[in-house]
């Protein structure tokens, strides 16, 4: 059963920006949009296995660095080869301080 | 000169040019005779011309007589490969320095809106996409180049191979000039489709693809593995009658010619107002989108199997559609995979 646990402050995330969260051994990416709403995927790229964290958002999408495939990280579905296997989400909440996920 | 009235920026900087890339227009149907004529003198110019007679300048003040190069001595081959690497270097320098490291136009006609400097990536040595680059060419490309061309020059010189004279046999050779980028385009649409296969992708082509947004040094910045098989076109000259200046012309058109398609730029401007088309958009799609354009349309072989992208609005939904298939079938089956493994727990 997944559990609820706070992942960072908001603040720490940039509006339309992302963070790595690594948590029990598995790693995460945590979005934050423009209208301060929050996201979370797996934090690996599925084609190399390359962390999305260190890749650019933009509007809703995570590009990654390493071949700029890229992922609509509202449903974790790839948008842009070289990925073709889209990416697994997890919820996301914030109250404004904090962000929570459900990993 | 005002990029903008040739294409258009999108918000993240990304230059397109208006007009989509095109095929070359004597396979266009219904015919275009007048587009063909204009068309008819980049068949040699402006690249072919200097690549032609860099072989020529090559035979006559670069490699030594041809009794010396019947045998294999470090001598003449270590002297070769020296001015080979000078030469490169100096030729893929002038576009790196310019429109790379001094960045003399800016972004003006850049498809892609940021430098590969100003980004760091674990994907590549040093994580700078230039030092790498630079790197593979001068311990990867050129020496591999070298012995291409010393294997070659060794089997003319001791009479392996038909020798055809200019003089002899004039409009045969005129032939073989004419044929050249021909064998050019289907050698390498046909090693390029090889190495897009899973394994060879992974462990070869992979390194040349990390070049997303391609530099001049991008050029030969490959897997020894795709080097020697991408510059061994020039091997074709040793099964068809053909003369060594000619097998050269063939290596250098794939050594130096390699630099069109990774310019990045559209036009490299001259003068105030002037510029020089590039023809580099066909393949900075390839590097883009990964699985269009396996050639350089010369023959159409992309529109024959139905991978050509010309960057428009059409050519993207093409794509789109063939990606969703394949989403579609790797999804399926990583969720099935999925589905066996905790099943596997399970139990």
């Given at each position: 059963m997944a559990d609820w646990i706070t992942a960072c402050?908001?603040?720490?995330?940039?509006?339309?920006g992302v963070r790595r969260f690594d948590h029990a051994g598995r790693t995460f990416a945590i979005y934050r949009s423009a209208d301060d709403e929050v996201f979370c995927t797996d934090?690996?790229?599925?084609?190399?296995?390359?962390?999305?964290?260190?890749g650019l958002v933009m509007d809703y999408e995570i590009e990654c660095p390493k071949h700029s495939g890229a992922f609509?990280?509202?449903?974790?579905?790839?948008?842009?080869?070289?990925?073709?296997i889209n990416l697994k989400t997890y919820e996301a909440e914030t109250d404004g301080v904090e962000v929570r996920v459900r990993v | 000169m005002d990029d903008l009235a040739y294409g258009t920026r999108n918000k993240r900087g990304d230059w397109q040019p208006k007009e989509p890339a095109d095929i070359?227009?004597?396979?266009?149907f219904p015919p275009q005779p007048l587009a063909v004529l204009k068309w008819l003198p980049h068949y040699f110019l402006p690249y072919d011309v200097v690549f032609f007679a860099s072989a020529v300048a090559w035979w006559y003040w670069v490699l030594p007589d041809v009794e010396v190069m019947k045998t294999l001595a470090w001598g003449w081959i270590l002297k070769l490969f020296v001015i080979n690497t000078i030469a490169l270097f100096a030729f893929f320098g002038v576009f790196q320095l310019r429109l790379?490291?001094?960045?003399?136009?800016?972004?003006?006609?850049?498809?892609?809106?940021?430098?590969?400097?100003?980004k760091r990536s674990d994907a590549f040595w040093f994580k700078r996409q230039d030092v790498d680059s630079a790197l593979r060419i001068l311990f990867h490309a050129m020496p591999i180049w070298t012995a291409i061309e010393v294997a070659i020059l060794y089997a003319y010189a001791n009479g392996y191979v038909p020798w055809v004279g200019f003089s002899e046999h004039p409009y045969y050779c005129a032939f073989l000039v004419l044929l050249i980028p021909i064998i050019h385009e289907t050698h390498f649409y046909l090693i390029h489709r090889l190495i897009h296969t899973p394994i060879l992708y992974k462990y070869v082509h992979s390194v040349h693809h990390n070049?997303?947004?391609?530099?001049?040094?991008?050029?030969?910045?490959?897997h020894p593995v795709e080097l020697l098989l991408y510059l061994g076109m020039a091997f074709w000259q040793l099964f068809i009658p053909s003369n060594p200046i000619l097998a050269l012309y063939a290596l250098h058109r794939a050594g130096f010619g390699a630099i069109p398609g990774h310019v990045g730029f559209d036009k490299v401007e001259v003068g105030e107002s002037g510029g020089i088309d590039t023809h580099a958009y066909i393949h900075y799609l390839h590097h883009k989108y990964?699985?269009?354009?396996?050639?350089?349309?010369?023959?159409?072989f992309d529109k024959w199997f139905g991978?050509?992208?010309?960057?428009?609005k059409e050519g993207d939904q093409r794509m789109q559609a063939r990606y969703q298939k394949k989403k579609a079938r790797m999804n399926a089956k990583a969720a099935a995979d999925a589905a066996q493994q905790t099943n596997s727990v399970s139990n």
């Open positions: 402050k908001l603040d720490d995330i940039e509006a339309e934090g690996l790229c599925t084609h190399e296995k390359v962390h999305l964290a260190d609509d990280y509202r449903t974790g579905e790839a948008l842009r080869m070289p990925p073709c | 070359a227009p004597i396979w266009h790379y490291t001094f960045r003399s136009q800016g972004t003006r006609f850049k498809y892609n809106g940021q430098f590969p400097a100003d070049s997303v947004n391609p530099s001049p040094y991008s050029s030969l910045s490959m990964f699985e269009v354009n396996y050639g350089d349309g010369l023959i159409p991978t050509f992208h010309d960057g428009s």
